[in-house]
């Protein structure tokens, strides 16, 4: 080995086992098991990939400040702080709601566009002839 700053290889701590560790090193000289900041990574495992995490992540981020501040009401709640918050918490859930169903009709709408144009684009509305159809008219005969 040289006179440089080159990590070893391999991990120098030692298993159960009583055998060296032959994870690769990290910056920390260690593997990421061994690594001395691996307690605090384990407590953490497994956040990113939660059902919350994942719904955050689909949230619209002008939403994000709305479903916090109704976390913080519910918790309050939870917690008997039941005040003339309630009314103002349900009227915010109901509005919530109420978005949130008006950004998902959006989101079917547009979906269904880009649909139906790629059906266009295809070639799926086209005649016997092989001529174009022209626009997609759902509900009428031609």
Known sequence: MSNTDELPQQCPAVTKAGKRCGGK??????CV???????????LGGHARSNASRAAKLMPAR???????????????????????VKVALAMATVAT????????GEYEER???????????????????RDRGPIRWG???
């Open 98 to 105: 109420t978005i949130g169903r008006l950004i998902q009709a």
């Open 25 to 30: 090193v990290t910056s920390s000289g260690y």
């Open 63 to 85: 939403l994000l400040p709305i479903v916090e501040r109704l976390e913080q009401v519910f918790a309050d709640l939870g917690d008997g702080k039941m005040d003339e918050r």
């Open 33 to 43: 098991a061994h690594d001395p900041q691996a307690n605090e990574w384990r407590a």
């Open 112 to 130: 269904l566009r880009e649909i139906e144009q790629l059906a266009a684009d295809a070639g799926r509305f086209r005649d016997e002839r092989g």
């Open 140 to 142: 009428t005969s031609d």
